[in-house]
């Protein structure tokens, strides 16, 4: 196998060379580390309502070692790590050790490990593991999706009004909490009910099995939301920017993701919104040489 990756094209997919059942045993294994209560209380602060816990070093040292072993030849981006010299043509794994931080740290059960494949600026593979539940979600580009070996689906809610929606409150951002609560408030008079997570990747996990029937949220990281994207893609669903535009594994977006019957409704929903702060709505700040360290 090693051999063989020494040898990689850059015009050929990595994908074939990729033992997918290998990689979820590692991931279900340094998903162990989430159990390690006195590492998940050694808190440290990166910025406001962004932690780091010894939880999310460990998982993100064990993956990195175990996965650089295998497939030597595979860049690696990680929430904790300095990205600036990814090369985007290249084949890399994507991993947000924890999503979910902050719930972890409250023993609030709804945190994963979030892990995707890219290869030539594009998405080709993604896994999402929340220990808690024991639900695995994998999707390959062009092979569907599953949760736990099953195949999933997106819900087939028609409107806005009988759908369930998933929200995030760019918790890191405060400045824009007046937009940010503005819009949710307008989606939430307009559908059946909202909910809030707190795990980008697992609201993105729920929009493909079904669970919810869209989700919604600025100012996300490509590891938040990267493996999410292609599974709720593979399952059927539809995944943009705020404006229905496509969004990149390479620097921070604004997600939108939904069944994609109801995805047009709700691009309009939350166009309502006026731009008071300066920025378009629904995009995020930044590029990728500057938000990825």
Known sequence: ??????????????????DFQEVAALVKEAAGLFCDNAAAAHITAKGRADFVTEVDLAVQRTLCGR????????????????????DFERPLWILDPVDGTTNLIHHFPESCISLALAERHEVVAGMIYNPWMEELFLAVKGQGATMNGKPIHVSDSAVLSDSLVSVGTTPYSHEYADRVFSQIKNVFLR????????SAAMDLAY??????????????KPWDFAAGMLIVR????????????????EHPQSVLATNGKIHDELTG?????????????GEGTGTNREVLH
């Open 191 to 198: 559908s059946q009910d909202i909910r809030r997570l707190g």
């Open 234 to 249: 593979e399952a059927g669903g539809e995944v943009t920017d705020y404006q229905g535009k496509p969004i990149s594994p």
């Open 207 to 220: 929009v493909a099995c079904g669970r919810v029937d869209a989700y919604f949220e600025q100012f996300l």
């Open 67 to 86: 996965l650089a072993e295998k497939y030597p030849m595979i860049q690696f981006m990680g929430e904790e790590k300095d990205n600036r010299e990814i």
């Open 1 to 18: 196998m090693e051999e063989n990756l020494m040898k990689i094209d850059i015009h050929e997919t990595i994908l074939p060379m990729i």
């Open 269 to 281: 929903v939350l166009s309502l919104e006026e731009n008071t702060d300066g920025l378009p709505v």
